[in-house]
């Protein structure tokens, strides 16, 4: 048996701010800059009160609608998130009520970045064991939230916005193989360090980034973990037909494509429009190759994520 995804949705909010709107909104920095360090021209954020179930409610509605199943049929809910409405319940809750769904499981991923593909890699072996049959995976952010607006180092980085698929049992492939991993000793190079206690934030509670550490984590960690999971399906990099790593930064995607011996066409890059929205980056761009026509079914995808924790993981589908 394989789990297959028979759905993808997207959603990103309305307001599109361009690198000259955070000059004009104050951030002390130039377009040359963001663009030549990061490849980001644009990234989309939320409107006040749009929380990250509101945008994961978007993105799984629409892929319930690719897949032509109703939200009462989902028997899993999973969303990957650092950024949840609520300190409890999930976001995976409030996005089950939001669809009418009663008694699924639902509950949150936390991975940072890398959470898609966690969440992915749980919702499988669900699957795989054959308690589950049919999952919304979901990865929702709005990092605008846990951004310094004064630290244009991080601030200019990120969006907001939300992907999901739909995930099925099935007698065809399916996920091939996955990987997941971690490393806590790296936990003071990308993290929110703060927390709530006694009614008030403890601690800082913005985003902090050692960029220069962070960058050459990733770009090791995204190449060979992709190698890993080509060994563990036993196909040879030159098969894949669809890289869709982490949207974190053109460069660090870039270097990750080199390492691994795969060329840029054969790259999705969404970071240029979305920035980097963490768990949800990875959905969003597969969202849209998938819609734009890019994939198509039979064709083999890589999915890559890596991000604070440091966590790191791939999975590689045949679509
Ligand atoms: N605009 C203009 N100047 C800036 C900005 C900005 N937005 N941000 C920093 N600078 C300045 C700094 O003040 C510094 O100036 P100085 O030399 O006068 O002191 C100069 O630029 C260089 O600063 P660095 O921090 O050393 O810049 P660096 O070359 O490392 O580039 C960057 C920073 C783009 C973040 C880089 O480290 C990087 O790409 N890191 C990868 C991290 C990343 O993409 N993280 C995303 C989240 S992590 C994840 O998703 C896995």
Request: contains cysteine.
């Amino acid at each position: 048996m394989f789990s297959r995804i028979v759905g993808t949705g997207s959603y990103l909010p309305p307001a599109c701010v361009s690198n000259a709107d955070l000059i004009a909104r104050g951030v002390d920095t130039s377009d040359e800059w963001i663009v030549t360090r990061t490849g980001i021209r644009t990234r989309y954020l939320a409107e006040p009160g749009q929380t990250s179930s509101d945008l994961a409610f978007e993105a799984s509605r629409r892929a319930l609608e690719m897949a032509g199943v109703s939200a009462d049929s989902v028997d899993l809910i999973i969303v990957a998130t650092s950024t949840p409405d609520f300190i409890f319940p999930s976001a995976a809750c409030l996005v089950q009520a939001r669809l009418g769904n009663r008694g699924a499981a639902a509950f949150d991923v936390q991975a940072v970045c890398c959470g898609f593909v966690y969440a992915l890699a749980i919702a499988e072996k669900f699957i795989l064991s054959g308690s589950h049959r049919r999952a919304l995976v979901i990865g929702a952010e709005v990092f605008s939230r846990i951004l310094d607006w004064n630290d244009r180092a991080t601030c200019v980085l990120f969006g907001d916005g939300a992907g999901a698929v739909l995930l099925e049992a099935s007698d065809a492939p399916g996920i091939l193989s996955v990987a997941l991993h971690a490393d806590g000793s790296q936990h003071r190079i990308l993290s929110v360090p703060g927390n709530i206690c006694g009614g008030q934030v403890t601690g800082d509670p913005f985003l902090r980034m050692d960029g220069q550490a962070v960058f050459k984590f990733a770009v090791r960690a995204l190449a060979e973990v992709g190698q890993e999971c080509c060994k563990a399906a036993n196909i040879g990099v030159e098969d894949i037909d669809w890289l869709i790593p982490h949207q974190a930064n053109i460069r660090i995607i870039d270097a990750t494509a080199r390492k691994m011996g795969i060329p840029p066409e054969k790259v999705v890059v969404t970071v240029a429009e979305h920035g980097n929205t963490s768990a949800a980056s990875v959905p969003l761009a597969l969202d849209l190759a998938v819609r734009d026509g890019r994939i198509g079914r039979g064709q083999k995808v890589m999915l890559e994520g890596v991000g604070g924790g440091f966590t790191w993981g791939a999975a590689l589908l045949e679509f």
